[in-house]
């Protein structure tokens, strides 16, 4: 079973940066797809970015295109979410996940979850 933890969100201001990172532990994410979701008070949670299982590949929702790059790093078994230019609307808990599709994901293509961490743009 892997398990994931998120750092990096906090408060910023609009137009500014964060980088979130998603460690793994007990196994290797090495052979999955990983995944960046967002939660915001009061809505669903939904797909913001996947990368797969090598780094070959990101797809991302057309909200965070251009701002938001998804990576990984397989030998320290980390993913991170550069994330610039940060609006108000992108204000939402974040939730790294493993699984198995990288591209046009649902929740249930993700079997693993990490707590996720807070980001809030302020105006």
């Known amino acids: 079973q892997v398990q994931l933890a998120e750092s990096g969100g906090g408060l910023v201001q609009a137009g500014g940066s964060l980088r979130l990172s998603c460690a793994a532990s007990r196994r290797s994410i090495s052979s999955y797809a990983m995944g960046w979701f967002r939660q915001a008070a009061g809505k669903e949670r939904g797909f913001v970015a996947g990368?797969?299982?090598?780094?070959?590949?990101?797809y991302y929702v057309d909200s965070v295109k251009g701002r938001f790059t998804i990576s990984r790093d397989n030998a320290k078994n980390t993913v991170y979410l550069q994330m610039n230019s940060l609006k108000p609307e992108d204000t939402a808990v974040y939730y790294c996940?493993?699984?198995?599709?990288?591209?046009?994901?649902?929740?249930?293509?993700?079997?693993?979850w990490g707590q996720g961490t807070q980001v809030t743009v302020s105006s």
């Open positions: 996940a493993a699984g198995s599709k990288w591209y046009q994901p649902t929740l249930h293509d993700y079997a693993y």
């Open positions: 990368i797969s299982w090598n780094g070959d590949s990101t």
